[in-house]
């Protein structure tokens, strides 16, 4: 078994974290955290980037459909972003582990300055063993959820691979509706094979990216591979998983072949 302190950023998507209704997966989100408070307890620091705040705003605002026009989505954002916390909160509280709320814009990681006081930040939470709890602040920035903007963070995907490079990690975990990366699309080919190290992102490797998931996500095989190229250039190993299985995690941690792991260490790309 592999004891040796990490600093990990798991990031789960919306699909993970909701039902098909829009509304929040409790079972999930409950099996999330108690597998994170037990691997913070075991000695490890861990940051949580969570997807989800639009698709809960729109079943808490009682709305049939995801918004279409920015203002409400954003207005979505904020009333999601609140519940979801509180959610958080209840149930980390519940292992004894405290969170903090993270949210980010663009300008926030470009700007150097600003950067850095973050890095700070993140520092100061896990030395004092708090979990904060990281997304994309949708209620002023548009880049996810406009396109045709200037991106810096653009997707939840790109955004925990920034925050693993920002917090100098040593493992970003996407938790996806997907169990990793194939070498063919498993959905038509049912001999597609899960490749489970990738040590260099070759053009083979681009080439098996395929478009975005349910809707309630914005992320697809291709924002993946992107941070994955942050992560690795970042010194920092990147594994893709399925969210069904939270219990994963530890099997991850331990260096065991789950998923699809992007090994650190390669020759930049």
Same mark, same amino acid.
Not at 117 to 140: C, K, Q, W
Not at 193 to 205: G, Q, S
């Given at each position: 078994?592999?004891?040796?302190?990490?600093? @990990?950023?798991?990031?789960?998507?919306?699909?993970? +974290?909701?039902?098909? $209704?829009?509304?929040?997966?409790?079972?999930?989100?409950?099996?999330?955290?108690?597998?994170?408070?037990?691997?913070?307890? #075991? *000695?490890?620091?861990?940051?949580?980037?969570? $997807?989800?705040?639009?698709?809960?705003?729109?079943? &808490?605002?009682?709305?049939?459909?995801?918004? !279409?026009?920015? &203002?409400?989505?954003?207005?979505?954002?904020?009333?999601?972003?609140?519940?979801?916390?509180?959610?958080?909160?209840?149930?980390? $509280?519940?292992?004894? !582990?405290?969170?903090?709320?993270? +949210?980010?814009? *663009?300008?926030?990681?470009?700007?150097?300055?600003?950067?850095?006081?973050?890095?700070?930040? %993140?520092?100061?939470?896990?030395?004092?063993? @708090?979990?904060?709890?990281?997304?994309?602040?949708?209620?002023? =920035?548009?880049?996810? @959820?406009?396109?045709?903007?200037?991106?810096?963070? *653009?997707?939840?995907?790109?955004?925990?691979?920034?925050?693993?490079? +920002?917090?100098?990690?040593?493992?970003?975990?996407? %938790? =996806?509706?997907?169990?990793?990366?194939?070498?063919?699309?498993?959905?038509?080919?049912?001999?597609?094979?899960?490749?489970?190290?990738?040590?260099?992102?070759?053009?083979?490797? +681009?080439?098996?990216?395929?478009?975005?998931?349910?809707?309630?996500?914005?992320?697809?095989? #291709?924002?993946?591979? =992107? #941070?994955? !190229? @942050?992560?690795?250039?970042? *010194?920092?190993?990147?594994?893709?998983?399925?969210?069904?299985?939270?219990?994963?995690?530890?099997?991850?941690?331990?260096?065991?072949?789950?998923?699809? &792991? %992007?090994?650190?260490?390669? =020759?930049?790309?």
């Amino acid at each position: 078994m592999n004891e040796q302190k990490q600093r @990990i950023v798991v990031k789960v998507g919306t699909s993970t +974290l909701t039902h098909s $209704s829009g509304s929040l997966n409790l079972r999930s989100m409950e099996q999330m955290v108690r597998v994170l408070s037990d691997l913070s307890g #075991a *000695g490890h620091e861990i940051i949580l980037v969570t $997807s989800g705040a639009i698709a809960v705003g729109t079943a &808490r605002m009682g709305l049939d459909e995801r918004p !279409r026009a920015l &203002r409400m989505k954003q207005a979505a954002a904020a009333v999601g972003q609140c519940r979801m916390m509180h959610i958080y909160d209840k149930l980390f $509280s519940e292992y004894n !582990r405290t969170v903090a709320q993270i +949210l980010l814009t *663009g300008d926030d990681v470009e700007d150097p300055l600003r950067a850095e006081h973050l890095r700070n930040t %993140f520092a100061s939470l896990l030395e004092m063993g @708090i979990i904060p709890v990281v997304n994309e602040n949708d209620s002023v =920035s548009s880049a996810e @959820i406009e396109t045709g903007h200037h991106k810096v963070l *653009g997707d939840n995907d790109t955004l925990s691979a920034i925050v693993a490079e +920002l917090c100098r990690a040593d493992l970003l975990v996407l %938790f =996806s509706d997907i169990d990793g990366l194939y070498d063919a699309d498993p959905r038509s080919h049912p001999d597609a094979r899960l490749l489970h190290r990738v040590t260099e992102l070759t053009p083979e490797i +681009l080439e098996m990216a395929g478009g975005a998931g349910t809707w309630r996500g914005t992320g697809g095989m #291709a924002t993946k591979l =992107s #941070a994955a !190229r @942050i992560a690795m250039n970042a *010194g920092c190993d990147m594994v893709i998983t399925n969210g069904q299985r939270m219990g994963d995690l530890y099997g991850i941690v331990e260096g065991q072949d789950v998923g699809t &792991r %992007f090994a650190a260490g390669g =020759s930049p790309q």
